[in-house]
């Protein structure tokens, strides 16, 4: 049996690589810190559990839903959009996923055909590329001029636009950075975009995680016809702590939401039923659980951040969002003696027990990426550890 050339170019997850490689060596029995981790570590909150619950209990769980939806949680996710975007967004216009993940993914099988240009900001969330490929698709990868803050400007778009050039995909907050685009920057990027007809994907996904008064704002609140030229995913996962429910949010165009329902019909039928009426409490239910979660991240930023931005090599520029750190770690390297960053990384891990996430995966030989998706404890405990690292190796 050969495998089809799509799967065999399909590069596996680095993010799932490390953490699957952390927990190798925990099964073997050493101590292990992992901040590979891309989601919070809390646990739903009860209200939502509830909910979930009794919609299993009463027997409404049981059955498959719409294919893009069940109609109130379409209907609590158009209200979202009314209150936290202020875009009035018809129910057509709106679809509910298995995951924001997947929604990306029905995007660019909705979008693209063979050889259409992607261009894709770096450094960039792991999938982004692998589900343009997935699409037939070409993903092109845009250097940012600016390598402190990691943000493209129309000028970087430039420099990468062809005849073929057909989709935008925007991330802000970033994942890896938790860097956030202004609104003057994304006036720019939306100009651009509408000057050279250019479709924008923005993903959303941690909006809510915003902190010290930072501002989350969306390539499609820009210009009001950036409504029609912007494809809008989010979703539950990182805001209420639901990664493991599976469920994300579409707002667009209706012709692409259709074509996507389409895809998504024929390939998982529905978001499971119990996922989608948790998802319903948490948007309509208490937003204090979820609040309480932000406050903490925002907390465990600042510890975070003044742990790593002294260790001897590593070079930082403060993020506003998500929950990741990625320094550019050149010169700890180069004092050491690497030229390669996974290298680097995996030593850390088999010397002392912290697992982190090497860059490559996200487009960068010189970065490594860090989650404070853990306790500040563990947090300082590892950073500790990859000090001893860094000065007894030297
Ligand atoms: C940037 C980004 N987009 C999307 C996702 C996926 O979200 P979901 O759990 O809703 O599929 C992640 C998860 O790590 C992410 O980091």
């Not at 049996?1 to 699957?20: C, D, F, W």
């Not at 402190?148 to 925007?170: I, N, W």
């Not at 820009?222 to 990182?238: D, Q």
Request: with cysteine.
């Amino acid at each position: 049996m050969k495998l089809s050339t799509r799967a065999q170019q399909i590069s596996p997850s680095a993010t799932l690589q490390a953490a699957a490689m952390a927990r190798k060596l925990k099964a073997s029995g050493r101590d292990v810190i992992s901040l590979t981790v891309g989601e919070p570590d809390f646990f739903t909150p009860k209200n939502i559990q509830e909910k979930a619950i009794e919609s299993i209990r009463d027997g409404s769980a049981s059955f498959y839903t719409p294919t893009d939806g069940l109609p109130a949680l379409k209907k609590a996710v158009q209200e979202y959009f009314h209150t936290s975007y202020h875009l009035n967004y018809e129910l057509k216009e709106i679809m509910i996923n298995p995951g924001a993940k997947f929604g990306l993914y029905a995007a660019f099988m909705a979008l693209l055909n063979t050889g259409d240009e992607v261009l894709i900001p770096t450094p960039y969330w792991v999938s982004y590329s692998e589900q343009v490929k997935l699409a037939d698709g070409v993903p092109i990868f845009v250097e940012p001029f600016d390598q402190k803050s990691c943000k493209v400007t129309p000028a970087d778009l430039e420099k990468y636009r062809t005849d073929k050039t057909k989709v935008l995909l925007m991330n802000s907050p970033a994942n890896p950075t938790g860097m956030i685009y202004t609104k003057e920057e994304l006036t720019a990027l939306a100009d651009y975009c509408l000057a050279h007809d250019l479709f924008v994907v923005t993903d959303d996904i941690y909006s809510q995680l915003v902190y010290h008064g930072a501002e989350f704002a969306s390539m499609v609140n820009m210009r009001p016809a950036m409504k029609e030229n912007t494809l809008v995913i989010t979703g539950v996962s990182k805001t209420y702590a639901m990664t493991g429910w599976r469920i994300g949010f579409a707002a667009g165009p209706v012709k692409l939401i259709h074509a996507m329902s389409e895809i998504q019909s024929h390939s998982t039928s529905n978001p499971a039923a119990v996922s989608q009426y948790a998802a319903i409490e948490a948007l309509n239910g208490s937003q204090k659980e979820a609040e309480k979660m932000q406050e903490t991240f925002s907390k465990r930023l600042d510890a975070a951040y003044d742990l790593v931005v002294v260790l001897p090599g590593f070079s930082l520029v403060k993020p506003q969002g998500a929950f990741y750190l990625f320094p550019d770690v050149t010169e700890a390297m180069e004092k050491l003696g690497y030229t390669d960053v996974e290298k680097f990384v995996a030593d850390i891990l088999e010397e002392t027990g912290v697992a982190l996430v090497a860059g490559t995966g996200f487009g960068s030989n010189r970065h490594l990426r860090l989650s404070y998706a853990v306790s500040q404890e563990a947090f300082a405990k590892a950073i500790g550890l990859i000090l001893e690292f860094l000065t007894l190796k030297k």
